[in-house]
């Protein structure tokens, strides 16, 4: 913990659509970006730059993804099966 700092913050909640719960943004003691005229300016900019970040919809697992995993299994279990018949 430091003493003796504060630190200006504009946390944001987009919604559950979003794909996140919360984004914090904190403000640089001497940004010199952009003028914000009022609180409105503030949350709209925190706003636009959350919004590049926002996953709308994730795209769903395709199955030949799965197939190398599902061929790996199969060949491991003939290579363990062959090798204890041969060994009885």
């Known amino acids: 913990m430091v003493k003796g700092t504060t630190k200006q913050a504009v946390i944001l909640q987009p919604g559950d659509k979003s ?3 919360q ?3 904190i403000l640089a003691p001497g940004h010199g970006g952009e003028k914000l005229e009022s609180p409105e300016d503030l949350l709209r900019l ?3 730059i959350a919004e590049k970040y ?3 919809t ?3 697992m395709r199955k030949y993804r799965l197939l190398p995993c599902l061929l790996s299994f199969l ?3 003939l290579v363990t099966g062959s090798i204890l018949l ?3």
Do not use: K, Q, Y
């Open 19 to 21: 794909g996140f719960e």
């Open 23 to 25: 984004a914090i943004f």
């Open 46 to 48: 925190a706003d636009s």
């Open 54 to 56: 926002t996953v709308d």
């Open 58 to 60: 994730l795209r769903p």
């Open 75 to 77: 060949l491991g279990g």
């Open 86 to 88: 041969f060994l009885l």
